[in-house]
Antibody, heavy 121, light 110 residues
Framework: EVQLVESGGGLVQPGGSLRLSCAAS????????MYWVRQAPGKGLEWVSG????????YYADSVKGRFTISRDNSRNTLDLQMNSLRAEDTAVYYC??????????????WGQGTLVTVSS | QSALTQPASVSGSPGQSITISCTGT?????????VSWYQQHPGKAPKLMIY???KRPSGVSNRFSGSKSGNTASLTISGLQAEDEADYYC??????????FGGGTKLTVL
Protein backbone atom coordinates (compact mmCIF):
# COMPACT_ATOMS: atom_id res chain seq x y z
CA GLU A 1 0.00 0.00 0.00
CA VAL A 2 1.33 3.41 -1.00
CA GLN A 3 1.80 5.73 1.96
CA LEU A 4 2.96 9.34 1.90
CA VAL A 5 3.35 11.11 5.24
CA GLU A 6 4.20 14.81 5.32
CA SER A 7 5.81 16.63 8.23
CA GLY A 8 7.41 19.96 9.02
CA GLY A 9 4.48 22.33 8.71
CA GLY A 10 3.80 25.07 11.22
CA LEU A 11 3.67 28.79 11.85
CA VAL A 12 6.45 30.94 10.41
CA GLN A 13 6.92 34.69 10.09
CA PRO A 14 6.98 36.44 6.71
CA GLY A 15 10.48 36.24 5.26
CA GLY A 16 11.24 33.10 7.24
CA SER A 17 12.10 29.58 6.14
CA LEU A 18 10.62 26.13 6.61
CA ARG A 19 11.53 22.66 5.43
CA LEU A 20 8.82 20.12 4.64
CA SER A 21 9.49 16.40 4.43
CA CYS A 22 7.54 13.47 3.04
CA ALA A 23 8.22 9.87 4.05
CA ALA A 24 7.22 7.41 1.32
CA SER A 25 6.56 3.68 1.55
CA UNK A 26 4.82 0.89 -0.32
CA UNK A 27 6.50 1.42 -3.70
CA UNK A 28 9.95 1.63 -5.31
CA UNK A 29 10.55 5.28 -4.51
CA UNK A 30 13.34 5.95 -7.02
CA UNK A 31 11.18 4.76 -9.93
CA UNK A 32 8.64 7.56 -9.63
CA UNK A 33 8.53 11.31 -9.98
CA MET A 34 7.32 13.14 -6.89
CA TYR A 35 5.48 16.41 -6.45
CA TRP A 36 4.39 19.08 -4.00
CA VAL A 37 0.93 20.57 -4.46
CA ARG A 38 -0.61 23.17 -2.16
CA GLN A 39 -4.09 24.36 -1.29
CA ALA A 40 -4.71 27.71 0.38
CA PRO A 41 -7.59 27.75 2.90
CA GLY A 42 -10.88 27.54 1.03
CA LYS A 43 -9.12 27.68 -2.36
CA GLY A 44 -8.21 25.31 -5.15
CA LEU A 45 -5.19 23.14 -5.80
CA GLU A 46 -1.93 24.71 -7.00
CA TRP A 47 0.96 22.67 -8.41
CA VAL A 48 4.17 23.81 -6.69
CA SER A 49 7.07 21.63 -7.79
CA GLY A 50 8.09 18.30 -9.28
CA UNK A 51 11.22 16.13 -9.33
CA UNK A 52 12.10 13.16 -11.50
CA UNK A 53 12.72 9.71 -10.05
CA UNK A 54 16.48 10.04 -10.14
CA UNK A 55 16.37 13.59 -8.81
CA UNK A 56 18.22 15.07 -11.77
CA UNK A 57 15.31 17.14 -13.10
CA UNK A 58 13.37 19.65 -11.04
CA TYR A 59 10.56 22.01 -11.97
CA TYR A 60 8.77 24.85 -10.20
CA ALA A 61 5.70 27.00 -10.50
CA ASP A 62 6.51 30.64 -11.30
CA SER A 63 5.03 31.64 -7.93
CA VAL A 64 7.76 29.82 -5.98
CA LYS A 65 10.70 29.77 -8.41
CA GLY A 66 13.87 31.04 -6.76
CA ARG A 67 12.40 30.67 -3.26
CA PHE A 68 11.57 26.95 -2.96
CA THR A 69 13.85 23.97 -3.59
CA ILE A 70 12.64 20.41 -4.06
CA SER A 71 14.95 17.47 -3.35
CA ARG A 72 14.80 13.75 -2.68
CA ASP A 73 16.88 11.11 -0.96
CA ASN A 74 16.26 7.79 -2.70
CA SER A 75 18.28 5.91 -0.08
CA ARG A 76 15.88 7.06 2.65
CA ASN A 77 12.70 7.26 0.55
CA THR A 78 12.14 10.87 1.47
CA LEU A 79 11.05 13.99 -0.43
CA ASP A 80 11.79 17.49 0.86
CA LEU A 81 10.71 21.03 0.09
CA GLN A 82 12.92 23.84 1.36
CA MET A 83 10.87 27.03 1.48
CA ASN A 84 12.66 30.37 1.88
CA SER A 85 11.50 34.00 1.83
CA LEU A 86 8.02 32.90 2.80
CA ARG A 87 5.07 35.19 2.14
CA ALA A 88 1.53 35.33 3.51
CA GLU A 89 0.28 33.97 0.20
CA ASP A 90 2.28 30.77 0.76
CA THR A 91 -0.11 29.86 3.58
CA ALA A 92 -1.65 26.54 2.56
CA VAL A 93 -1.90 22.83 3.14
CA TYR A 94 1.05 21.27 1.32
CA TYR A 95 0.51 17.83 -0.17
CA CYS A 96 3.23 15.37 -1.12
CA UNK A 97 2.20 13.40 -4.19
CA UNK A 98 3.48 10.49 -6.27
CA UNK A 99 3.54 10.35 -10.05
CA UNK A 100 2.65 7.44 -12.32
CA UNK A 101 6.14 7.21 -13.77
CA UNK A 102 9.76 8.26 -13.49
CA UNK A 103 9.51 11.62 -15.28
CA UNK A 104 7.36 14.61 -14.36
CA UNK A 105 5.30 14.05 -17.50
CA UNK A 106 3.21 11.58 -15.54
CA UNK A 107 0.01 12.36 -13.66
CA UNK A 108 -0.27 12.25 -9.88
CA UNK A 109 -1.83 9.01 -8.67
CA UNK A 110 -1.40 9.13 -4.87
CA TRP A 111 -1.52 11.97 -2.36
CA GLY A 112 -0.48 12.34 1.26
CA GLN A 113 -2.80 13.85 3.85
CA GLY A 114 -1.02 17.21 3.80
CA THR A 115 0.73 19.48 6.28
CA LEU A 116 -0.38 23.03 7.07
CA VAL A 117 2.00 25.95 6.62
CA THR A 118 0.91 29.29 8.05
CA VAL A 119 2.90 32.43 7.24
CA SER A 120 1.94 35.19 9.64
CA SER A 121 3.45 37.66 12.05
CA GLN B 1 0.95 29.17 -15.89
CA SER B 2 -2.66 30.36 -15.78
CA ALA B 3 -5.12 28.01 -14.11
CA LEU B 4 -7.38 25.94 -16.32
CA THR B 5 -10.97 27.16 -16.48
CA GLN B 6 -13.70 25.14 -14.80
CA PRO B 7 -17.27 26.11 -13.88
CA ALA B 8 -17.47 27.07 -10.22
CA SER B 9 -20.41 24.79 -9.58
CA VAL B 10 -22.64 22.18 -11.16
CA SER B 11 -25.58 20.27 -9.77
CA GLY B 12 -27.75 17.30 -10.59
CA SER B 13 -30.30 14.97 -9.11
CA PRO B 14 -29.57 11.37 -8.13
CA GLY B 15 -29.50 9.15 -11.20
CA GLN B 16 -28.83 11.99 -13.60
CA SER B 17 -25.64 12.68 -15.53
CA ILE B 18 -23.49 15.79 -15.30
CA THR B 19 -20.48 17.04 -17.22
CA ILE B 20 -17.72 19.30 -15.93
CA SER B 21 -15.61 21.15 -18.48
CA CYS B 22 -11.96 22.14 -18.22
CA THR B 23 -10.64 24.65 -20.73
CA GLY B 24 -6.99 25.39 -21.32
CA THR B 25 -4.78 26.23 -24.27
CA UNK B 26 -2.74 24.48 -26.94
CA UNK B 27 0.19 24.63 -24.50
CA UNK B 28 -1.53 22.39 -22.00
CA UNK B 29 -4.88 20.60 -22.47
CA UNK B 30 -4.82 20.85 -26.25
CA UNK B 31 -1.20 19.83 -26.64
CA UNK B 32 -1.02 16.68 -24.53
CA UNK B 33 -3.17 13.69 -23.64
CA UNK B 34 -2.08 14.12 -20.04
CA VAL B 35 -5.26 15.38 -18.40
CA SER B 36 -6.32 14.11 -15.00
CA TRP B 37 -9.39 14.59 -12.83
CA TYR B 38 -9.40 14.53 -9.03
CA GLN B 39 -12.23 14.29 -6.53
CA GLN B 40 -11.85 15.99 -3.17
CA HIS B 41 -14.22 15.66 -0.25
CA PRO B 42 -14.07 18.34 2.49
CA GLY B 43 -11.02 17.97 4.70
CA LYS B 44 -9.65 15.09 2.66
CA ALA B 45 -6.81 14.63 0.21
CA PRO B 46 -7.68 14.55 -3.50
CA LYS B 47 -8.35 11.20 -5.16
CA LEU B 48 -7.48 10.36 -8.77
CA MET B 49 -10.59 9.59 -10.83
CA ILE B 50 -9.38 9.86 -14.45
CA TYR B 51 -5.89 10.05 -15.99
CA UNK B 52 -4.51 10.37 -19.52
CA UNK B 53 -7.84 11.99 -20.53
CA UNK B 54 -9.93 8.81 -20.57
CA LYS B 55 -8.35 6.15 -18.32
CA ARG B 56 -9.85 5.05 -15.03
CA PRO B 57 -7.67 3.77 -12.17
CA SER B 58 -8.66 0.43 -10.74
CA GLY B 59 -11.33 0.82 -8.10
CA VAL B 60 -12.92 3.92 -9.63
CA SER B 61 -16.53 3.43 -10.69
CA ASN B 62 -17.24 3.20 -14.42
CA ARG B 63 -19.82 5.94 -13.85
CA PHE B 64 -16.88 8.31 -14.24
CA SER B 65 -15.58 8.99 -17.74
CA GLY B 66 -13.33 11.52 -19.42
CA SER B 67 -12.96 13.01 -22.88
CA LYS B 68 -11.22 15.83 -24.70
CA SER B 69 -11.89 18.00 -27.73
CA GLY B 70 -9.35 20.60 -28.73
CA ASN B 71 -8.39 22.69 -25.72
CA THR B 72 -11.29 21.48 -23.56
CA ALA B 73 -11.42 18.33 -21.48
CA SER B 74 -14.56 17.02 -19.80
CA LEU B 75 -15.49 14.77 -16.91
CA THR B 76 -18.87 13.06 -17.06
CA ILE B 77 -20.48 11.40 -14.07
CA SER B 78 -23.46 9.23 -14.86
CA GLY B 79 -26.00 7.81 -12.43
CA LEU B 80 -25.26 10.52 -9.86
CA GLN B 81 -25.09 9.34 -6.27
CA ALA B 82 -25.05 11.31 -3.04
CA GLU B 83 -21.44 10.25 -2.40
CA ASP B 84 -20.35 11.98 -5.62
CA GLU B 85 -20.94 15.36 -3.98
CA ALA B 86 -17.45 16.86 -3.76
CA ASP B 87 -15.05 19.27 -5.41
CA TYR B 88 -13.56 18.19 -8.73
CA TYR B 89 -10.30 19.44 -10.20
CA CYS B 90 -8.80 18.91 -13.62
CA UNK B 91 -5.06 18.97 -14.22
CA UNK B 92 -2.91 19.07 -17.33
CA UNK B 93 0.75 18.72 -18.23
CA UNK B 94 2.16 21.85 -19.87
CA UNK B 95 4.78 22.77 -22.45
CA UNK B 96 6.94 24.09 -19.59
CA UNK B 97 7.20 20.57 -18.12
CA UNK B 98 4.99 21.67 -15.24
CA UNK B 99 1.43 20.83 -14.28
CA UNK B 100 -1.51 23.19 -13.95
CA PHE B 101 -4.80 22.67 -12.14
CA GLY B 102 -8.24 24.03 -12.83
CA GLY B 103 -9.93 26.29 -10.31
CA GLY B 104 -12.19 23.49 -9.15
CA THR B 105 -15.90 22.70 -9.52
CA LYS B 106 -18.24 22.08 -6.62
CA LEU B 107 -20.69 19.31 -7.46
CA THR B 108 -23.97 19.37 -5.56
CA VAL B 109 -26.26 16.35 -5.65
CA LEU B 110 -29.75 17.72 -5.15
Amino acid sequence: EVQLVESGGGLVQPGGSLRLSCAASGFTFSSYAMYWVRQAPGKGLEWVSGISGGGGSTYYADSVKGRFTISRDNSRNTLDLQMNSLRAEDTAVYYCAKGFGITVAYNIDYWGQGTLVTVSS
Amino acid sequence: QSALTQPASVSGSPGQSITISCTGTSSDVGGYNYVSWYQQHPGKAPKLMIYDVTKRPSGVSNRFSGSKSGNTASLTISGLQAEDEADYYCSSYTSSSTWVFGGGTKLTVL
